[in-house]
Nanobody, 128 residues
Framework: EVQLVESGEVSVQAGGSLQLSCRFS????????LGWYRQAPGKRCELLSR???????YYGDSVKDRFTISHGHAENTVYLQINALEPEDTAVYYC??????????????????????WGQGTQVTVST
């Protein structure tokens, strides 16, 4: 069974940092990209970052230097580090597994059926 299981809900103060994790199983990362999306209330689902099996990373246009994606092959886990958090980072964050040719930068919701799988979503709340 294909699964992506994200770490739990996070509440932090503005200016702080956090690391989200997503453990995957049921498929090989060898031919699959892993990525992070987020969806804020009333906004579209947007791609933040993705990483290939050999470690190449890509970041969305809206992402600044505050975001870093990484993966641990031995742990079957993908991570997203976010520094200097801002209230505007408040959103539900999703990890996803997909093949490179189907990736989209933005969609109405974070559940594109052409993707291999999605995580359950993690609420991140940044307060002032």
């Amino acid at each position: 069974e294909v699964q992506l299981v994200e770490s739990g809900e996070v509440s932090v103060q503005a200016g702080g940092s956090l690391q989200l994790s997503c453990r995957f199983s049921g498929f090989s990362h060898d031919n699959t990209d892993l990525g992070w999306y987020r969806q804020a209330p009333g906004k579209r689902c947007e791609l933040l970052s993705r990483i290939t099996s050999d470690g190449r990373t890509y970041y969305g246009d809206s992402v600044k230097d505050r975001f870093t994606i990484s993966h641990g092959h031995a742990e079957n886990t993908v991570y997203l580090q976010i520094n200097a958090l801002e209230p505007e980072d408040t959103a539900v964050y999703y990890c996803a597994a997909f093949t490179a040719h189907v990736v989209v930068a933005s969609s109405r919701t974070c559940d594109d059926p052409s993707y291999i799988s999605w995580g359950q979503g993690t609420q991140v709340t940044v307060s002032t």
